[in-house]
């Protein structure tokens, strides 16, 4: 698991915003390399932590993006991270890899408080499903907004992002739907929820996280593979045992 933090500000050399993205590795194994991509604003860097983490250690790369956003605000810088894994590739022949996602709230030119909160049910999921999300006003005041769900490796949102009129009181409830597309089985997994005002003066971005569980295979054979393997190698053992009782037997039986 690695933890997010960082800060941003103007490159004097090359007029553009530098943004270093700080991980912390949180988890009992060492991460790495950790592959670091940023989108914001639609333009989108990578960078890569090649000596990768210890656990407990921190490291930071350099994203670098436009100067000058086209709507002052508080906007979100979405964060992708991922590192290898050791273990077997999956039926596809790829490589076990880590993915998660993270972000960095930017105040750009402006420093306005969060428009509405964000609060999502657990989805349990197949295949396919809906996540149920409840947008709320934090100051009072109606707000559109624009819904999006980011998702890391394995998971993927079934929608484009999807425009919500957020009333000054009380809650506005949406469905996002989201698609497994390889996620393992049985596993837990985490998605971004980012709500933005794009018709505002000022862009009043919130983001909060949201929980999802993946079923296990439905299927009757996975869950008895073990038992089956296990009763035939007994059955294997078995014959062996009775052929060579056998031979043993003949040698000691007298020939006519």
């Not at 045992?241 to 039986?253: F, G, K, N, Q």
């Amino acid at each position: 698991m690695l933890d997010v933090s960082g800060s941003g500000s103007r490159n004097a050399a090359t007029g553009r915003l530098e943004v270093h993205v700080t991980l912390t590795n949180r988890g009992d194994r060492r991460a790495g390399p950790i592959d670091v991509t940023g989108e914001l604003l639609g333009e989108r860097r990578q960078a890569q932590l090649s000596s990768g983490l210890a656990p407990g250690a921190q490291g930071t790369v350099a994203l670098d993006f436009a100067p000058t956003p086209p709507q002052p605000g508080l906007h979100a810088l979405a964060l992708l991270l991922e590192h290898p894994l050791e273990g077997p590739p999956d039926a596809a022949g790829n490589p076990p890899t880590a993915s998660q996602r993270g972000y960095l709230l930017l105040a750009l030119g402006a420093r306005p408080s969060e428009a509405v909160s964000i609060e999502a049910s657990p989805l349990v999921l197949d295949v396919r499903g809906s996540l149920s999300v409840r947008l709320a006003s934090r100051d009072g005041e109606r707000h559109e907004v624009r819904l999006r769900a980011l998702t890391a490796r394995g998971l993927r949102p079934d929608q484009d992002p999807i425009d919500v009129e957020v009333p000054p009181r009380g809650e506005a409830t949406v469905a996002l739907r989201i698609v497994r597309a390889g996620a393992p089985r049985g596993s837990r997994q985490a998605l971004l929820l980012v709500a933005e005002t794009p018709h505002e003066p000022l862009a009043r971005t919130s983001v909060a996280a949201a929980s999802l569980q993946v079923l296990p295979d439905p299927a009757l054979l996975p869950g008895l593979r073990k038992p089956l393997l296990a009763g035939g190698l007994a059955l294997v053992a078995l014959a062996l045992s009775c052929e060579a009782w056998v031979r043993r037997d003949a040698r000691r039986t007298p020939s006519a």
